[in-house]
Each structure stands twice: as C-alpha cells, then as structure tokens.
T-cell receptor, first 106, second 116 residues
Framework: QQPVQSPQAVILREGEDAVINCSSSKALYSVHWYRQKHGEAPVFLMI?????EQKGHEKISASFNEKKQQSSLYLTASQLSYSGTYFC???????FGAGTRLTVKP | SAVISQKPSRDICQRGTSLTIQCQVDSQVTMMFWYRQQPGQSLTLIAT?????????ESGFVIDKFPISRPNLTFSTLTVSNMSPEDSSIYLC?????????????FGPGTRLTVL
C-alpha cells in the first residue's frame, strides 16, 4: 500500500517556506524523499531511518515520526530550483506516494 | 552511486506490436525495478527484476504482458507486449546498491512510449 502525501500541490513565492507530509497505514522503518523535475527522472534527496531522525539537504530538511508512521519534508526559504514534484517512499516495498507538486514563483 | 541509461528514450508504436526497453547500469546493483509513470502522476511499480530468475510482479501486472529479463547485475529489459493505447506512458528502471530500506534508489531517464 502506497504512502499518502499532502498537500497535492503547493504554490510559493521565492523565500517562503513549505511543509509536505507523508503518512503510512503500515509501520515504517525508513522513508525516502525524491524530487522530480518536469521531464526528468526522480532524484534522491534523503533517507530517514530511525524514529525522530531529522536530516537536511541544502535548506530542505525532513523528520520521521516512527510512532505516528509519518514523515514531513520542510522546505525553508524556497528557491526557484525547488520547483518540481516531491515523492515520498516507504522503502520496505518500493512504492511511492502520489506526489506533491511544488511551484516556486519569483 | 550508479548511473542508469535506458534505450530507447522514446518510441511511437502501433497497436498490437511489442517494444523492448533496455536498462543499463554503470555499476553492479543488488536490486532493479521497473516503474510506469503517466504524465503528472506518481510512479507505479511494475515489478522487481530478479537476476537469473523470474521477475516479481505487482498486482495488476503480469508476465505475459510485461516480460522482464535480468541476465546479470547491471542489465535488465522490459518488454511491453501486444500494446494498446492504454500502455502509452513513461517507463523507468531503477536500481539500488544494497538491500532493504536504507539505500538510495537511482533512476534511469525513462522511456516515453506512445501507442497509436
């Protein structure tokens, strides 16, 4: 069963922040985050392996709440280059959420 | 890390024909996967390509329609058989270099298939 992402779409102005959520009905032991730009392959952002773990990539960070079976991706002071569709994956079964389309406008 | 290439990058095919997509990795990967992605949609896992044995298919996908081969640790093929317009999609292969949930997944650039 694929994880559930929210929101489906976000539109931001450059410099604004956003949060993308990913939850699962099954127990998670790892969460992956990927970004896919239009017409390109998905690119790995980060993996979270332990409950409560937080990781960062540029001004993009994520948290993993194992008890709540969810993860959140935080995009701080967004840049134009952050635009794309973000997918979370519950890596125990290689399935991805429906994706969150993020658009950053100047 | 691993770099994955796919051939062809795109094709336009006639209904009823078959197309084989090749996936080549520049280094050995432990697991390889095939996905389908409709424009604007998420990635749908088709199957896990197993080296030297039959692929493991997800619900809704069958070997007769999507035969997969993986003769070694760096190469796999996906065939889309007896195509119909509903098969028009982007097909991506991916690989990981470890086992389980703590490994980055690398994706190929995709093959854009249009069936007329």
């Amino acid at each position: 069963q694929q994880p559930v992402q929210s929101p489906q779409a976000v539109i931001l102005r450059e410099g604004e922040d956003a949060v993308i959520n990913c939850s699962s009905s099954k127990a998670l032991y790892s969460v992956h985050w990927y970004r896919q730009k239009h017409g390109e392959a998905p690119v790995f952002l980060m993996i979270l392996l332990k409950g409560g773990e937080q990781k960062g990539h540029e001004k993009i960070s994520a948290s993993f709440n194992e008890k709540k079976q969810q993860s959140s991706l935080y995009l701080t002071a967004s840049q134009l280059s952050y635009s794309g569709t973000y997918f979370c994956g519950a890596n125990n079964d290689m399935r991805f959420g429906a994706g969150t389309r993020l658009t950053v406008k100047p | 890390s691993a770099v994955i290439s796919q051939k062809p990058s795109r094709d336009i095919c006639q209904r009823g024909t078959s197309l084989t997509i090749q996936c080549q990795v520049d280094s050995q990967v432990t697991m390889m996967f095939w996905y389908r992605q409709q424009p604007g949609q998420s990635l749908t896992l088709i199957a896990t390509a197993n080296q030297g044995s039959e692929a493991t298919y997800e619900s809704g996908f069958v070997i007769d329609k999507f035969p997969i081969s993986r003769p070694n640790l760096t190469f796999s093929t996906l065939t889309v058989s007896n195509m119909s317009p509903e098969d028009s999609s982007i097909y991506l292969c991916s690989g990981i270099t470890g086992f389980g949930g703590n490994n980055e997944q690398f994706f190929g650039p995709g093959t854009r298939l249009t069936v007329l």
